[in-house]
């Protein structure tokens, strides 16, 4: 099976430069048909608002849900996470997008501030050896708490910026805007995928 990116808006190249990476062809999913063809999906960061409009005009909210429900492995991050999130709380500008409803965290967005609270910070990540990897942050959201079904998975300091239910990683940081592969490749062996 092959690995794809939601390609609506976002940061969808920076995801399919570190996955040629690693694997063969991947996929810019666009569509119903180009969601079908998927074994693993990565959701990019981006405007969540944006993203979740160009899923319904797409089509794709009933199919992605219904795969996600049925076990489609997703590295989602930061808008991608807020789209994933069980539940958001809501944010300072009082536009929040609808969710899958999948990862059990809630989450905000945009609430460490604006851009001037974008920045670069070491992030330790379990099961990755090593040196920390760099968080890049954009405009992330904020992990308010995770939920029975989930597990924390990286940190930033003491602050969660990633947890885990099963296939569904949901990250605040950007690892597809680093040099560092690591944790797509660590997303794409856990998925059954060569990374
Ligand atoms: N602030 C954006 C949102 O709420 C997320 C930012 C990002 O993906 N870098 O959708």
């Not at 570190?18 to 810019?28: E, G, I, S, T, Y």
């Not at 693993?40 to 969540?48: H, I, R, T, V, W």
């Not at 609430?111 to 670069?120: I, M, V």
């Not at 040196?131 to 990286?154: D, E, M, N, Y």
Request: aromatic share 4%; glycine share 12%; with cysteine.
């Amino acid at each position: 099976m092959k690995v794809g990116v939601l390609a609506l808006q976002g940061d969808v190249p920076e995801h399919l430069r570190v996955l040629r990476m690693l694997v063969r062809d991947p996929v810019a999913v666009r569509g119903p048909t180009d969601l079908a063809a998927v074994g693993a999906l990565c959701l990019p960061g981006g405007e969540s608002t944006t993203i979740a409009r160009l899923i319904e005009a797409a089509g794709l909210w009933a199919p992605l849900r219904d795969r996600i429900q049925h076990g489609l492995p997703v590295l989602a991050t930061c808008a991608g996470l807020i789209l994933l999130a069980r539940e958001l709380a809501p944010s300072a500008s009082g536009r929040d997008p609808p969710t899958f409803g999948a990862l059990d965290v809630t989450v905000r967005r945009n609430d460490y501030g604006s851009q001037r609270e974008s920045c670069e910070a070491p992030i330790r990540v379990e099961g990755l050896g090593g040196t920390p990897f760099p968080g890049v942050f954009i405009r992330s959201p904020r992990i308010l708490s995770v939920g029975a079904r989930a597990t924390p998975i990286a940190w930033r300091g003491e602050e969660i910026v990633g947890a885990r239910e099963g296939k569904l990683w949901g990250l605040t940081f950007h690892p597809e805007l680093s040099r560092d592969l690591r944790v797509h490749r660590k997303f794409l062996s856990a998925a059954g995928l060569r990374g």
